[in-house]
């Protein structure tokens, strides 16, 4: 199985939105509506932001949401805050209880 | 509060088994719900290793599935990771975690593959 394709990094000023994508295929991001979003500072573990493509956990705030468009999922951060500096990465359902990661987007607060 | 604690040896030779153990507080993996090992190499991104479900059934990554094996031991609110034949290749931050996507996780433990 092949990892989902992110860009490795991306960058936007405090209050700015910026989006990262999540490229996959048909076996997996386009074939399910079972795409998660991880957020990890350094030296943590991974907390969701996303599941089931568009759906927040309780206390994740509105700031973060997701969509998807065919084979590409995307992960949209509004008002861009500096504890938003982080590493990002993205998941999917592959089918017979298979999940697929993203490489993984060092997203930077300038 | 849902919480995990990974434990197992920081050190492993290479060829011989890595097994780490996860003990879960404030709910019972009888219940329900997968519980799920990610691992992640320094430095590097997220890998799915496998999960298994309250019932026993289990699911590993393909590239993985012939080294790897996930146990519950309900008695003691645990389950663990076994993988044979470790190499370099094997080094990373393991992870677990609780369900699918996983909503809880442990710190995660560093396994280093060295001889």
């Known amino acids: 199985q092949s990892a989902l394709t992110q860009p490795p990094s991306a960058s936007g000023s405090p209050g700015q939105s910026v989006t990262i994508s999540c490229t996959g295929t048909s076996s997996d991001v386009g074939g399910y509506n079972f795409v998660s979003w991880y957020q990890q500072h350094p030296g943590k573990a991974p907390k969701l932001m996303i599941y089931e493509v568009t759906k927040r956990p309780s206390g994740v705030p509105d700031r973060f949401s997701g969509s998807k468009s065919g084979n590409t999922a995307s992960l949209t951060v509004s008002g861009l805050q500096g504890e938003d500096e982080a590493d990002y990465y993205c998941s999917s359902y592959a089918g017979s209880n298979n999940v697929v990661f993203g490489g993984g987007t060092r997203l930077t607060v300038l | ?115």
Do not use: M
Request: with cysteine; proline share 7%.
């Open chain 2, 1 to 115: 509060q849902v919480q995990l604690q990974e434990s197992g040896p920081g050190l492993v030779k290479p060829s011989e088994t890595l097994s780490l153990t996860c003990t879960v507080s404030g709910y019972s993996i009888n219940s329900g719900y997968y519980w799920v090992w990610i691992r992640q190499p320094p430095g590097k991104g997220l890998e799915w290793i496998g999960s298994i479900y309250h019932s026993g059934s289990t699911f590993y990554n393909p590239s993985l599935k012939s080294r790897v094996t996930i146990s519950v031991d309900p008695s003691k609110n645990q389950f663990s990771l076994r993988v044979n034949s470790v190499t370099a290749a094997d080094t990373a931050f393991y992870y677990c975690a609780r369900d699918n996507p996983p909503d809880y996780w442990g710190q995660g433990t560093l396994v280093t593959v060295f001889s």
